[in-house]
């Protein structure tokens, strides 16, 4: 009978295990600064993008979050349904359909951006400001690295 090397427990050594277990304490706690605006972090951050990119498609924006289109438009059917965003039919590729902020959407936004500094606050002093800068630092290098 052959022997088997022992290995050791995933949990000990899996870095997606250990990104995923942070990003939903992360999420948690922006999600409780949002939540008095009815939003998730992940709906926030959907306003924050469309309210910098108008009329972006939706391949386009997920492109841009590293994020699957069908998840996207299922992040994005809540929005819609509370009127904050719409799809529009783009004029230039009648196939093709843009995202935009409704004007609740642009007021929703502007509302939940203090309760989101206030959760950038918490983080930056439960991590120490010093380490949140190395942290977006070594998170941006690792998507790049990650990305080719």
């Known amino acids: ?31 409780s600064y949002v939540e008095p605006h009815g939003l998730t972090i992940t709906q926030f951050g959907l306003l924050a993008h469309l ?45 093709s359909r843009a995202l935009h902020l409704t004007a609740a959407g642009r007021d929703t936004f502007r509302a939940a951006r203090t309760a989101w500094a206030k959760a950038q606050r918490h983080m930056e002093e439960a991590l120490g400001n010093a380490d949140v800068g190395v942290l977006h630092k070594a998170l941006e290098g690792a998507l790049e690295r990650l990305s080719k």
């Open 1 to 31: 009978m052959a022997t088997q090397e022992a290995l050791p427990p995933i949990s000990f050594g899996c870095t997606c295990l250990r990104l995923r277990k942070t990003a939903r304490r992360v999420s948690q706690i922006y999600d």
């Open 51 to 95: 309210r910098a990119l108008p009329a972006i498609s939706v391949g386009a924006l997920a492109e841009k979050l590293v994020m699957d289109p069908t998840t996207l438009t299922r992040n994005l059917r809540p929005l819609e349904k509370k009127g904050l965003v719409v799809f529009r039919t783009d004029p230039h590729d009648r196939r």
